[in-house]
């Protein structure tokens, strides 16, 4: 077993590349199907976010405004809108009394649906561009946890992260949970290497530019990331109070000052290429807009002219804007919630939300690792006569404070708010387990442990359990979107658990209805599936829009098409009478097309 740990050190990086492309792979044929046998029925139709999203950078590069999506920056909106450039699009036109308004939604659909656009060779390139992104970002989190942690530890990371159901189904669609969480992760890994460099007096300028260059990247992919920067001032702060070597405070200080103002730079810099064509008009109504009713008399004026004055500080506007819009959502979230046989309102659905998506919708091996780890680790930790001592050595490095101060802050403000629509919300901090436990099982792999007095070799203990993640991600191919592990009930049943984007958002297997009525030769389908996709794109003549709430039950031998977020969102909403829920028809299920709709036939 040595000798193969000492080869796989020797070849690592070829590991990592030939993960990286299974990660690739993986990522591009279950989000394109079949695609050489026709894009409008192969792969996954768009989901909800992206009806928006990607219409949305190529009208910021085309027209260099920014009145649509303004609640996410524009990196990966920008990345999806690269290749489009070369396909010779129509933007539709925007009438004059909302050339200045946020409609997102209707001008999403009218670009990839009525200007005359091809919306699946649309969604093919910016997906493309995302997945290729998003690759190249799980090659440089190997690349710089090879630095901190050694090959072996950055090569078991980046094998949790390809093998991932929930991070290759996520990685694929243009939406920003998984370019936040890599950047994230590089962030934290940069800055403490940069950190570490500092207090040992040597040359951090290249250290300094590469966390700068990564934080400043994390923001621009949405604005949790802001997060960051209370979380590295705090770890920096707490590791000068630690190391008491003089005159650091005042370094730190000065460089933390300096990291922020670059940063911030390099946003307005970023935004002002967005908002280039913006009038005087526009800005004003925009802040107008957005600007919070109860700070109306604390700045708005002076945030105006701010904006007026130059291209930089008005890209700063914008960007403050954004984060207007998302504290406004988060604090004052409409969202309905379907978990657990229940429907949660603007109160969310608790504590319990989080922990359990993580528990169901993580693979079982990897689980299985990880109170593996937190079992060994805490016995190691906590030996009598080491125990001061392993704390003080755990708060001496710089890598474990910037961590748990990130934790702390990201942890807490997740469980508090309300905004519960998907574990795609935690995937920071999941990206960040996943390093801790591959960080912790370098640490034992050419160990002894004892097992019923017996000493087994742990490598050979967990091999298994790396087993069970390869099948759990080959076995749901290429349903990643839905996945759920056997505490979850299994892909199958993980709906009963939760929808939204942990399972059905809101129209990905729209392309394998319209297929399915196409291979049926179905004349008509009653259709209940929420998405922001217009049906009849891939339905046809067979579209019939269907509402049990407000329809008559259809005939004998008529079919229902049920998406799995209208079944359990009407099935569970207590304000409606048995007679107007799907329960009904539980013996009329015929079958379903791919994992999220359901298939009645009437009797």
Known sequence: MAKMLDFVKNKANYFALILCLIFLFATFFSVHGKFWEGLKFSGSALTSDEVSHIPAGFYYLKTGQYFINTEHPPLIKDVAAIPLFFLNLNLPQIPEELKYENIQWGFGRDFLFNAGNDPDVITFWARTAVILFNTLLLFLSYYFLKKVFGVLSALIAIFFLAFSPNVIAHSSLVVFDIPLAFLILLSVLSFSLFLKDLSENKKVWKSFLIVVFFTTLALLSKFQALLLLPTFFLAGFIYVLIIKKRDFLKKYILFFTVFSALVLLLIGITFAFQTLNMSTEGIRHHIDSIYPMELQGLGKNFLVQFALSNPLFRGLTEYLLGIFLVIGRAVGSVQSTYFLEKIYGAEGAGLAYYPTLFLTKETLGFLFLLFLTVILAARNFLKKRRMEQNFLKFFKSPLNLTILSFLLIYGYLSFKLRLQIGIRYIFPIIF???????????????????????????????????????????????????????????????????????????????????????????????????????????????????????????PSGSYIAVSAFALQHINYDQNLPESKKYFQFNDNLIGRVGSSIFIFKMK
């Open 432 to 554: 960040l387990i996943y390093v801790l436990v591959a960080k912790e099982l370098n640490k034992w792999l050419l160990k002894d442990i004892l097992i019923n007095k017996k000493r087994v070799k742990f490598s050979l203990l967990i091999v298994p359990f790396f087993v069970m993640i390869i099948y759990s991600c080959v076995s749901v191919f290429p349903y990643y979107l839905s996945f759920f592990n056997l505490l979850g009930g299994g892909t199958p049943e993980g709906y009963k658990i939760a929808t939204d984007s942990n399972y059905d958002w809101l129209g990905q297997d729209v392309k394998r209805l319209g297929k399915w009525v196409k291979d049926n030769k179905i004349n008509k389908v009653y259709t209940h599936v929420f998405t922001n996709v217009p049906l009849k794109y891939y339905l046809g003549e067979a579209y019939q829009p269907y509402d049990i709430t407000v329809d008559p039950i259809p």
